[in-house]
């Protein structure tokens, strides 16, 4: 870029925006999964670490990887995996992103929404049925194999 007026801000604007939605709902329904499946706060921070790592890898990709080598191989993969892309996507787009790595990477966004809702609607479904039940990582993977 030599000067301001080509940075293109509408489309950049427009990504933010789509992946900031796709980024909500992704991790809103991993994280009403969780809030379905437990009782207290308290029992819900095993659980809640967990979620924030795939953001925090994002973020930090962001600053190590993306800013340095926007086009190299761990950038392409911070951009395309569902859990870090609406971060990491958001900080690659600036320099200049090839359409179907966009494409492809809005694709698996959505598809990873509809996939963690799926298994979020599962997952509350029994979990309002066990209730008081004490939950970990194997009484979850069990819930979400239940057929209700």
Known sequence: L?????IPFLKIALVFLFYFLGGYLLYG???AAVGSAVESIQESQQFQFPITIPLLIGYLGLFMF???DPHGTV???LSIIPFTSPVAMVGRI???VPTSDLVLSMVLLVGGFIFTTWIAGRIYRVGILMTGTKVNYKVLAKW???KV
Not at 2 to 6: D, M
């Open 75 to 77: 950038s392409y993969w």
């Open 94 to 96: 600036a320099y200049d």
């Open 144 to 146: 979400f194999m239940t």
């Open 29 to 31: 329904a991993l994280f």
């Open 66 to 68: 993306i800013v340095r």
């Open 2 to 6: 030599q000067n301001l007026s080509q």
